[in-house]
T-cell receptor, first 115, second 112 residues
Framework: AQTIHQWPVAEIKAVGSPLSLGCTIKGKSSPNLYWYWQATGGTLQQLFYSITVGQVESVVQLNLSASRPKDDQFILSTEKLLLSHSGFYLC??????????????FGAGTRLSVL | GDSVTQTEGQVALSEEDFLTIHCNYSASGYPALFWYVQYPGEGPQFLFRASRDKEKGSSRGFEATYDKGTTSFHLRKASVQESDSAVYYCALGDQGGRALIFGTGTTVSVSP
């Protein structure tokens, strides 16, 4: 069975400080990986996706960047946090394939508070 | 661009009430449609999906039917329980393959 692990579970950071959030998926080779952001009480906004190692596509940047250093790992980062970065960050995976037919499976998320 | 609209922002019910959440989409062709449920502090969980006109998806007593004519995928449950209290999201499969486009979510609160 596939498992997706996000770290850390929660972060409290100061404005202007750097950030690195991680996501690892086990039990699935070459998954498509995604980062979503959710403001408190808000909907899910896709940030980035990656089909393969070393390749990341941006959907909405929000002054963030993403990288895929390994087949099973997806990293979200920034050098300078803004207050607007606060929220819930979700990593997700799905099997590859054409179109948007395949189901997206989410991790448990990382709660970020920027003060 | 493609989009999903959920009509109800919040729904308050009593146990054993009937639940309906309206979801309409705007997209060409036959995009896949999904329902997800999110409990506080957790990631969204997949409920079910449908990919063809008149196809019915169902899970945990929830169901929805893909209707190309009315571009809808309304979520229904005949008898809700307190444990069904959560946020429900309708989503549309992006036909460019990027991911899912989510609606704004509907908060369902069920009182005993």
């Amino acid at each position: 069975a596939q498992t997706i692990h996000q770290w850390p579970v929660a972060e409290i950071k100061a404005v202007g400080s750097p950030l690195s959030l991680g996501c690892t998926i086990k039990g699935k080779s070459s998954p498509n990986l995604y980062w979503y952001w959710q403001a408190t009480g808000g909907t899910l906004q896709q940030l980035f996706y990656s089909i393969t190692v070393g390749q990341v596509e941006s959907v909405v940047q929000l002054n963030l960047s993403a990288s895929r250093p390994k087949d099973d790992q997806f990293i979200l980062s920034t050098e300078k946090l803004l207050l607007s970065h606060s929220g819930f960050y979700l990593c997700a995976w799905r099997t590859g394939g054409a179109g948007g037919q395949n189901t997206l499976y989410f991790g448990a998320g990382t709660r970020l508070s920027v003060l | 661009g493609d989009s999903v609209t959920q009509t109800e922002g919040q729904v308050a019910l009593s146990e054993e009430d009937f639940l309906t959440i309206h979801c309409n989409y705007s997209a060409s062709g036959y995009p896949a449609l999904f329902w997800y449920v999110q409990y506080p502090g957790e990631g969204p969980q997949f409920l079910f999906r449908a990919s063809r006109d008149k196809e019915k998806g169902s899970s945990r007593g929830f169901e929805a039917t893909y209707d190309k004519g009315t571009t809808s995928f309304h979520l229904r449950k005949a008898s809700v329980q307190e444990s069904d209290s959560a946020v429900y999201y309708c989503a549309l499969g992006d036909q460019g393959g990027r991911a899912l486009i989510f609606g704004t979510g509907t908060t369902v609160s069920v009182s005993p």
